[in-house]
Nanobody, 125 residues
């Protein structure tokens, strides 16, 4: 059974930084493309960033380009999301997800096979 566990969320002031981690167990981490999504209260879950299996190719939502960086460590079975210059509108529950497709880098929720439980990020103004 594949499990994804996010950590690193919390409360931060606008302009601050957080680093989210997502540890994957029960599967072959290096065979998954990984993504981060977020869901704010009353809104649909939306794509944030994705990274290919090798880590060589990434994909970002326009609203995080230049502020967030996705990375992975296949030796540690972990994907990261470094979030800088945080804004109050970044407040949401952040989820990581795993995609088994060979060329995964999708922005679509239904392309992902496994999901974590989420970690809350709150940015105060």
């Amino acid at each position: 059974q594949v499990q994804l566990v996010e950590s690193g969320g919390g409360l931060v002031q606008a302009g601050g930084s957080l680093r989210l981690s997502c540890a994957v167990s029960g599967g072959t981490f290096s065979s998954y493309a990984m993504g981060w999504f977020r869901q704010a209260p009353g809104k649909e879950r939306e794509f944030v960033a994705a990274i290919r299996r090798s880590g060589s190719i990434t994909n970002y939502a326009d609203f995080v380009k230049g502020r967030f960086t996705i990375s992975r460590d296949n030796a540690k079975n972990t994907v990261y999301l470094q979030m800088n210059s945080l804004k109050p509108e970044d407040t949401a529950v952040y989820y990581c997800a795993a995609d088994r497709r060979l060329r995964g880098l999708s922005r679509l929720l239904y392309d992902y096979d496994y999901w974590g439980q989420g970690t809350q990020v709150t940015v105060s103004s």
